[in-house]
């Protein structure tokens, strides 16, 4: 597994740190976002509903066994995420000397 911590899905799977590559971490994620003029309001709506859909025994039952595990957050954390990874890979890109052709 690529993640930090090992996945609730595979157990006895190790880690790409356990198994012997230390400080190397790729996290997926799916998310949702919105036009930047969307009103505050509209957003905060629809970001609740989706994490207390996401937070439902249903909805875990879905997506658990395919290996994916519902998190949620708010606007707030998942935009701050964004531009975590942003810088990361963008210090990733240019370590690697990877230009556009």
């Known amino acids: 597994m690529s ?3 090992r996945s609730a899905t595979l157990p006895d ?3 790409i740190a356990e198994a012997g590559v230390p400080g190397y971490e790729i996290e997926s994620g799916i998310g949702v976002v919105a ?3 969307t009103p505050k309001a509209v ?3 629809l970001s609740g509903e989706m994490v207390r859909t996401l937070q439902t025994p249903e ?3 879905h997506l658990v066994p395919r290996g994916i595990h519902p998190v949620g957050s708010t606007p707030e954390q998942y935009a701050e995420k964004i531009r975590h990874e942003t810088a990361k890979y963008a210090k990733l890109v240019k370590a690697s000397g990877a230009r556009v052709d």
């Open 13 to 15: 799977v190790p880690t």
């Open 3 to 5: 993640e930090a911590k």
């Open 43 to 45: 957003i905060q709506k």
């Open 35 to 37: 036009p930047a003029a």
């Open 59 to 61: 909805m875990a039952g």
